[in-house]
């Protein structure tokens, strides 16, 4: 099979080193262009970028000499785009990528909710990219990825979801310094500390998953009809967000085993069949032992796609339930599932089920 | 007025520091005696402690010799004792020094839910302490100082307890290393990490704010009728404990406002016409910025003693509160709330009301 | 004594913060104005300011609204200036102070090496104020405050420098991250990691202490003669620079003994009779217990003013030494020598010995 | 080839869980017996370790039961043993195995300076294994891993030392946690803190070098001759040891062009012909940045076996070499070096050039 022609902006972040890492040597997907701020336009990528990641640069996209997203926007020769720009610049840029014709899967925060365009973490709702069957921007497409802490809990909230039934969720976040990219967070500000507070994201997180697990009739996604009240904190961990949820049953009577079996099942994944490269065997990993997820210790699990929950419990009347979940904010909570979403796209195409 | 003579036991560990800075100079109480483990005795103080507070070891105990518990127990010549020993060593100790005739403040585990030992957060429950009257285990006396999370939590909840009632709360706690004492948490264990468990503690959390907010009927304390579900975890963060705060109140349609203003008014303070000197000026601080409380730049509010309370929202019913409040968990949390216990003990002694 | 009017520049940075809380309720110095960027001007102090350090905002400056460094040269009626601006922007600014009479005590690193400037250290060479008597840039005087680094090596080295003569010094930093200011270094780069670089850092301390070592002789100061060789690093320490030293002397035979009496002793002391309010009551503080000076534990030492030596080992000879020297980098190592600096020269002006 | 059948004593420690992941899947080793100690014994190995490495706990070893050092004792089936025990209690296990005839390969700090056990770093003294020809300990054999720090030291001084030789060093390190072992640091007394002392770290640093650089001559190794002076600190840091490096050169006139192109070449290296599994294709990385190397991004180069050198300055004369060297303290500092050296028997027996 000819390889997909793929771009990723905003190559030089957190997140497009990520893509950049997963893109490469992918069987699909051939990364052709790199595109970055002013500053690094020319150089090749291995100078520019202020490589984080704990695997190195790989060696085909060291000598790929970055682009601006303007120049990129008179190229013709690729088929995908990886974004990972922030919003305010993305608006502009998905436009006109889509305008010419490019299949965008983006990072961007910008238009999650429109009800044309899916929101996806595929094992949860592989099935919204029919969504794309009504969309008519212009000649390209465009599917969003979640948010990074909305991802992590609607892949946990799912399975219970679909088994009992949800009324009310409350999350309280521990999330991880790098989803606020590089620069976000300066050390004399959260070393020996920690922030209650993170800017937009609680918004995204009260929507965001009811979208996702909402059902797709006629063409329209109904929304999941329950409340989500989240707090969401940033605290001194470099990867990996954590989630302490509540979870108002719809029924009462459930029990810890049951909850266990849910999560553990492969009934609600959405993509079980489909063997695409970059899905984890397990994308729910349940961890018995008391102090487990712990950010350094599972982050990695499923190489950064599976979540991982501890803590089960269940009140007296078996309808609160509470666990912590947790998963690598990167890798699930944003180029992961990116990949994961083209490598959906491209087999939904093959089948011919676009259009 | 004739200092009270008081014996600290535990003096080397993170607690037993505390009490040592707090008493130092204190107008109300003289430290005579310290009591450390095997391997401390005879040593002055400042030559065994491992002192790690900001500020210095007072100049009045670094010669103090340190004695054996054992050794302290054939003493005669002091009243009072603090205790920050772990609760299985607390457990024989405490009852000898009641046996001896002694009042014991203490930070220890044990015989905290007992309905003759008053649990006390002097703000919340300072009448509890008349289940002294009723307390015959001997000559002495003992009151117990609550958990630290429990102290922090139920301080914010008992103003909007008294306003507006509670139905359930839910709680997520973002807990500092010193709460496990000088050793308790391994660097390997939790630099660029968070552990979302801590032995035996989501139960104290779970029944001890019960107890403080109840009311004392006929010499009997009818614990708070609502549930508290909480999970508690571990940050990297040296002193202050962080508490994500869901409220679902007796009453609907409560505004933001009226929590404000029921946090930031005194009726609900049972000491707060005493003026003891350990007791805060104002002890909830109400923050409006929406990234506060953080533990390094609040624990100090109120020389610790004050709890501080921030990101105050309500749902769209005003049913639902949320907030996060932090409070240090070494002084409100430990041994300032014991310091503060005694003061309130030796004014209702001189008012003659506890027999 | 009527106080002098002081303005701060640059006054919400962290040596800005600094400065203010040292000159609240100074008994000779009163700030009246302080002056920030573009984007805090007209705000009230404890509005527009982060304010980071664990003593609280000092009331009197709560309400102060900040102006700018342009408008600030507008005002007359002040008399000394703190400034606490990056070089760049302090080079016009202080020119123009100075232009307009000013008194200037200076952190930024320009005009340092100048031979006409003072750039003090005061215990160490307080005398080299008078080279305020051949300054003839204006009708002002500029002092510089000396780097953070290079003050706390200097403290250490004075004494040693006097009693032993030294051939050559050998130095790796170990720098806390406070020194590169709130939004310096960013939390992804310093968690679990640190960087062996400080850009400008080693230059200036391999050249600064041999300035401030110097002699003055007919007005003029003869620099210190030996090397100084540095390697400087920044490590995830919010507060206090460690520094480890090689000092090879110009004798030998010289014992450990002799070392630790020179240092505790107050000969070299150049200011140990003025009895200044912020001169540390002892400027070096040994400690003979192995594993200290550590930051956390230290940095408090004599206010932040002193600096704390530790490790000290001579090899067989007697004469390569060997020890860890720690300073508060924003106090010894900015804001408070600044306010040092200023005390003494009040005092030499009321002795009239500036010109 | 068969495999030879190993032990690993110490296995559920961090140096014992690296041993365990570098032996899994090893073309030339199969781990058969694990031993830990006393609460772990008869437990499964994935039950009993607190597995703390990025990568998975090796399935081939999930279910091996560990046993204890005196049960391993009563084994015969095995040929090689590695052991990461604390010094005390090696030094009697390390007796009993070599004189049931295993060949032992130590982590353990005892026997480390006797001129009969050669302490390998293969890189630099593979020739020193022929010491065994004269070990008659008893049947067995003995060889031992360098200490972390001197392993990584010695490894970036051996071209140095060959091509321009060497006076003098002098080394400050910054020194990870991991080294101190999983308990071996409280998160209380290093979080925004160092400690600038490891007991017992200072001596072997300024003394195994010197035995490492040693010839061999006459059966005998002449050590080195020249002084260390360390200075060895512990900081915040998980994994990767920073060491600042002061070389006085035997020669003057030397440029730092020369020093990196002696880096670089492999003629100093000793095993570069063997195409040993573990040895690192380059056992010296040298960095060109300014800000290299980090432990974060340097300690996996060559898969931990490298080590990264950086920061290299000269002096005016060419005489006074300084560098920053950074390396993996459990991989190259403990347990690579350890396989490696197991390889490099292997060849050597295979050569027969052992008797």
Redo the contacts between chains.
Sequence with gaps: MDKFRVAVLGATG?VGQKFISLLSGHRMFEPVYLTASERSIGKPYSKAVN??L?E?IPSEVEENRLISNKELLERNDFDFAFTALPAEEAIEVERRLIDRGKIVFSNASNWRMDPLIPLLNPEVNADHILLLRKQNFGSGKVLKVPNCTSAILTLSLKPIYDAFGIRKV?V?T?QA??GA?????????????????IQGEEEKVESEPKKMLGRLENGEISHADF?I?A?T?R????YGH?E?V?VELSQSGVSKEEIVRSLRSTSWNKISGLHLPTAPKEPIIVKEE????????DR?NGKGMAVTV??IKL?GEGR?L?Y?VLGDNIVRGAAGTGVLMAELYAEYLKRGELS
């Excluded at 990219?181 to 507070?197: E, K, R, T």
């Excluded at 008391?290 to 210790?297: C, N």
Aim: glycine share 8%; no cysteine; net charge neutral.
């Design positions: 957190l490589w984080l704990p190195p409350f309280t521990m310094l790098s990219g590089i620069h976000g967070v300066p050390s004399m500000q959260i070393i020996d500390n920690l922030i209650p507070f409340n009240y707090t904190t605290v001194p961990v470099l954590t302490s509540v008391d102090d487990r997820p712990q950010p350094r210790l990695g501890g803590r009140d609160l509470r912590v």
